[in-house]
T-cell receptor, first 113, second 113 residues
Framework: DQQVKQNSPSLSVQEGRISILNCDYT??????FLWYKKYPAEGPTFLIS?????DKNEDGRFTVFLNKSAKHLSLHIVPSQPGDSAVYFC????????????FGRGTSLIVHP | EAGVTQFPSHSVIEKGQTVTLRCDPI?????LYWYRRVMGKEIKFLLH????????ESGMPNNRFLAERTGGTYSTLKVQPAELEDSGVYFC???????????FGPGTRLTVL
């Protein structure tokens, strides 16, 4: 039973436009959320995170929005660049738990020049 | 500083054979994690070492999987005997004590025929 769901396996966006990657979770005990980026033949790398006490966190071109009531978060990339083409994993952790995240299945983003 | 390294990068074996995967964490990182991603699915936690001790092995699929971490340095994950469903990419990650950022290795792609 998936606790973190990324329902879009892939997303295609034009360079310069906004990319929006979505993630839903079912476990109300999750209180910290992360996005990882993965290039082919490499391991995931941490991109950005958000605590449940916030509803937005911004880092350069990347912004994560959290809607706790809907158990939904999204990653916005503006403007999108061809180098952003990668698989993006949403992950979540529980209150008081270890630092072990529960991952979604990933969304493959392709940014066309 | 060298990142997390994993060996081999690819392994193709037949059902019933034994395979040993190796992970060298970032120097000084006491925490070492193993994860697995079956094609197209989520990255799933397998186990967590703190130094040489197994802190959490709740994600290990069954007793055909054996993980060790010699002297709190590198770790090995042995699958014996391998089954078809063991195919996937095995990731290792490490982190410093008290810090939640995990650094992932490039993974070992295991194919069981």
């Amino acid at each position: 039973d998936q606790q973190v769901k990324q329902n879009s396996p892939s997303l295609s966006v034009q360079e310069g436009r906004i990319s929006i990657l979505n993630c839903d979770y079912t476990n109300s005990m999750f209180d910290y959320f992360l996005w990882y980026k993965k290039y082919p033949a490499e391991g995931p790398t941490f991109l950005i995170s958000i605590s449940s006490i916030k509803d937005k966190n911004e880092d350069g071109r990347f912004t994560v929005f959290l809607n706790k009531s809907a158990k939904h978060l999204s990653l916005h990339i503006v403007p999108s660049q061809p180098g952003d083409s990668a698989v993006y994993f949403c992950a979540a952790r529980r209150k008081g738990g270890s630092y072990i995240p529960t991952f979604g299945r990933g969304t493959s983003l392709i940014v066309h020049p | 500083e060298a990142g997390v390294t994993q060996f081999p990068s690819h392994s193709v074996i037949e059902k019933g054979q034994t395979v040993t995967l190796r992970c060298d964490p970032i120097s000084g990182h006491d925490n070492l994690y193993w994860y697995r991603r079956v094609m197209g699915k989520e990255i799933k936690f397998l186990l967590h070492f703190v130094k040489e001790s197994k802190q959490d092995e709740s994600g290990m699929p069954n007793n055909r999987f054996l993980a060790e971490r010699t002297g709190g340095t590198y770790s090995t994950l042995k699958v014996q005997p391998a089954e078809l469903e063991d195919s996937g990419v095995y990731f290792c990650a490490s982190s410093q004590t008290g810090l939640d950022t995990q650094y992932f290795g490039p993974g070992t792609r295991l194919t069981v025929l």
